[in-house]
């Protein structure tokens, strides 16, 4: 799956899927797909990351409260 990074607008490579989708992770494992050549896998804060649209992680994802407050 690819996210954009709000800070620079470059495409980022998820190579965690769980830990995307588990609001208890901060960070995801994922690398800038940016440029010809293949870039070194880092972490992720997840609130630094958007769909490319622009459209926030779903809350599920980022809180895990999320059950528990509006």
């Known amino acids: 799956m690819f996210l954009k990074d709000k800070n620079s607008g470059d495409m ?5 899927m769980g830990a995307l989708v588990d609001p208890f992770q901060g960070d995801v494992k994922g690398r800038f797909h940016v440029g010809e050549e293949m870039q070194d896998a880092r972490q992720f ?5 958007s769909f490319p649209s622009g459209e926030a992680l779903p809350r599920c ?3 895990k409260e999320y059950r528990s407050s509006p």
């Open 12 to 16: 980022v490579e998820v190579l965690d």
């Open 61 to 63: 994802w980022t809180d």
């Open 45 to 49: 804060n997840k609130p630094e990351l």
